[in-house]
Structures are given as structure tokens and as C-alpha cells.
């Protein structure tokens, strides 16, 4: 999931720095590589830190799949939700909020 929503970000600033920024190169795959690259390691960032100890991760209600200890009260779990709410949600929803609205913007001055 993590990745899903780090790959939309990264895409729409994608998108955004195509169409509005003066960028001269030619196409380039090391720019998507890299993009591709960050996004899962950025997401594997946030996905390590509960195998080592920073919140737990537990069986989902069907007990098919498992996922962070959403009702965990402890501090660890709750700075981990807090934390990986803001960095893993709130950031890259603002980032495609903010580059599609430039987009919108541009699009209308045309």
C-alpha cells in the first residue's frame, strides 16, 4: 500500500515537473529508475522499523494478512502509527494535491 501511494506522489511530481518546469533533456530511464528505486525503499523504510521493535505487526481481523497493531496503546505503536500516518499518507497526498493543482493552473493559462 505504502508503495501504491509513494508511486502516485512520485508520478504526479512526474507529471508536474514535465509539464511546467523548463526541462530540456532528452528521455532518460535513469529518472524513472530512480524514481521506481526510491519508491520501495522509501516504503521498505517504513515497513523495517516494527520487525526490529518500533510497534509490532499482527493478523488482521480474517486472520489472512497481517498488518501494524492499529489497537496497540503503547507509545511505541502509537508514535509509529502517528509517524507513519504523516510520512506515508499526509506528505504524499499534500505533494499530489499541490502538483496537480499547479497542473490545473497551468492547463487553464493555455
Known amino acids: 500500500g505504502i508503495v501504491s501511494l509513494i ?8 507529471r508536474y515537473s514535465t509539464l511546467t518546469l523548463c526541462n530540456k533533456r532528452s528521455a ?6 530512480l524514481a521506481v528505486g526510491g519508491s520501495w ?4 523504510v517504513w515497513t523495517v ?14 486472520g ?6 492499529w489497537s496497540s496503546e ?3 505503536s502509537t508514535s509509529y502509527i502517528i509517524c507513519l500516518f504523516i510520512f506515508c499518507l499526509v506528505i504524499p497526498v499534500m505533494v ?5 493543482s499547479r497542473l490545473l493552473y497551468a492547463v487553464k493559462q493555455v
Open 7 to 14: 508511486s502516485l506522489a512520485v508520478l504526479s511530481y512526474e
Open 28 to 33: 532518460d530511464y535513469r529518472k524513472a529508475l
Open 41 to 44: 525503499i522509501y516504503s521498505l
Open 49 to 62: 522499523p516494527p520487525l526490529i521493535g518500533w510497534s509490532s505487526y499482527g493478523v488482521e481481523g480474517a
Open 64 to 69: 489472512t494478512s497481517c498488518s501494524v497493531r
Open 74 to 76: 503503547s507509545a511505541e
Open 96 to 100: 499530489m494535491m499541490y502538483c496537480y
